[in-house]
């Protein structure tokens, strides 16, 4: 199963304290769990795809709403 977003977009690369900005997204995005927002280094691909499908938003937009935390 191909991904579109592995194609002609940025890698993406975490930056600052990610327990304070998961709080954030959680105050943002009620539906995010616990389990959405765990980060392991290396795994920003895995983190991202948890979070675009639990608040229905593409990529770049996640991207976005992150780095605005940063």
Not at 37 to 51: H, Q, S, V
Request: glycine share 4%; no cysteine; charged share 40%.
């Amino acid at each position: 199963m191909s991904k579109e977003h592995e194609h002609n977009t940025e890698v993406f690369k975490m930056t600052g304290n990610w327990t304070n900005q998961s709080l954030l997204l959680q105050d943002k995005f009620a539906q995010l769990t616990d389990a959405d927002l765990r980060f392991e280094e290396g795994k920003e691909e895995e983190l991202l795809d948890r979070i675009e499908a639990r608040i229905h938003k593409k990529r770049e937009e996640v991207i976005n709403i992150i780095r605005k935390g940063q």
